[in-house]
């Protein structure tokens, strides 16, 4: 691999695939084979090893109470699913149809949560039915859950999902803060907290998440000191005690030229001390953090292969069957301001000396169709397989698939 890492010295982040006679293995599995064994390109591939290797790497500088949660919308898939559940302790949906997967993936129902702003009533009668915990964002959900349960028989377990009057510095995506679609403004938590007692829901505790997508350590360890005064101050206010404190997640991983490793060893250690600080100040209060593609995006690959190769006024174009169909991030169109390149490579040909500066494209009749833009690659031909790394996350289930009626990818997990 150093080879590869120094032929490709801008992007932090492929160093965890081997590369044997210049192919990449996957899962000790090289990459060709891998390709005939799936049967078809394009696919993604997720690697089972570098899942649990990340989730021992977290375990390590985290404090040893604290509970880690899998943001399952990062990838929704039935195996990555069902492998993560035997790691992390609990799972965090966002509509029913994740909830559906998480249990079937075998998630124990009292650990997993169900966030996400236009919660339909068959969902929350869904959650109320499973016994999962719902993350309350608006007072509509109160009254909802107060008729299922009494419709039902059922307890309504219910945490707030508070919106945060400050913002996560530095964040790829702002998700809390100012004016905000999903949780309840901490202004209105008092109000909302008073209804649950009303209702007579079961109150378990608060859920702030106030962005994604952070490589600053020092911005995720003040979102988080932050969020466990916010909720000290709320729980003053609550009808119980505070049984669960989900302090959001927000973990970064490197995707583009120059970006680093997000550094855990502050974040650990200010999670140490609020755990410490949670002993006195919320005792009965498990501290909870929820990672979506910390855990699954850096054990993913894209895979296409190349279908042509053209020369347009000077510029080299390679033309795979995959594309933004399949990979909306990795062509820049998936909330990105500025388009920039994802790790890729030719894994067919890692080692190779020839390089050349390429543009690889999918087949779709739109320039944004894009997956690296005027890169240093191998020199590669039709047959060649392309690999964008980091891609194990919002990946397959976030790209328009039916755009343009190509066949679909698949997934495996090697
Ligand atoms: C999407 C989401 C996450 C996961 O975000 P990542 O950037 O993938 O870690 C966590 N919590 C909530 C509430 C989310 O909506």
Redesign the pocket.
């Known amino acids: 691999m150093k080879q590869a890492e120094r032929s490709m010295p801008s992007h932090a982040s492929m160093g965890q695939f081997s590369v044997e006679d210049g192919e990449l293995q996957v899962g000790g599995i090289r990459l060709s084979r891998l390709a005939a064994r799936v049967g078809q390109t394009p696919f993604y591939a997720y690697d089972r090893r570098l899942l649990t290797q990340r989730v021992r790497e977290l375990r390590a500088v985290l404090p040893a109470s604290l509970r880690l949660h899998y ?1 399952m ?2 990838n929704p898939m039935p195996a990555v699913v069902g492998h993560l559940v035997g790691l992390v302790d609990g799972i ?1 949906v ?1 509509s029913g149809g994740e909830l559906k997967v998480a249990l079937d993936a075998g998630a124990d129902a009292r650990e997993i949560s169900l ?1 996400g702003p236009g919660k339909r009533h068959s969902e929350l009668r869904q959650a109320v039915a499973a016994g999962i915990l719902v993350n309350l964002e608006s007072f509509r959900e109160i009254t909802e859950l107060a008729a299922i349960s009494q419709a039902t028989g059922y307890p309504a377990r219910v945490a707030v999902r508070v919106n945060p009057d400050f913002e996560l510095k530095s964040s790829g995506m702002k ?1 809390g803060g100012g004016a905000k679609q999903f949780g309840v403004d901490a202004e209105q938590v008092p109000e909302l907290l008073a209804a649950i007692r009303h209702h007579g829901l079961t109150f378990e505790g608060f859920h702030l ?1 106030a962005g ?2 952070n490589l600053k350590p020092e911005a995720i360890v003040e979102a988080q000191s932050k969020s466990f005064e916010l909720a000290l101050r709320l729980a003053r206010s609550a009808p119980s005690a505070v049984r669960f404190l989900n302090l ?4 970064g991983i490197p995707y583009f030229p120059g970006e680093q490793r997000l550094d855990l060893q502050p974040i650990g250690e200010n999670l140490a001390l609020l755990a410490q600080r949670a002993v006195h100040e919320l005792p009965e209060a498990e501290l909870v953090v ?5 855990l699954v995006g850096e054990a993913g690959i894209y895979v296409a292969r190349i279908v042509d190769r053209k020369v347009s006024r000077g510029q080299i174009f390679l033309v795979t069957d995959g594309g933004l169909h399949h990979h909306l991030s990795a062509s820049g169109n998936f909330g990105q301001i500025i388009r920039k390149n994802y790790p890729v490579a030719i894994g067919n040909k890692m080692l190779t000396a020839a390089r050349e500066t390429a543009s690889v494209v999918g087949p779709l009749c739109t320039p944004l169709d894009l997956l690296a833009d005027r890169m240093e690659l191998s020199e590669a031909e039709a047959g060649d397989l392309v690999v964008v790394f980091q891609s194990g ?1 919002y990946g397959m289930t976030a790209s328009p698939q039916a755009f343009l009626g190509h066949p679909p990818c698949l997934e495996v997990v090697v």
């Not at 959001?248 to 973990?251: D, E, N």
């Not at 929820?290 to 910390?294: A, D, S, V």
């Open positions: 943001a919308k990062a965090d966002a966030a998700m998440f994604s997508q959001g997640g927000g973990f929820e990672l979506g593609r910390y996350a």
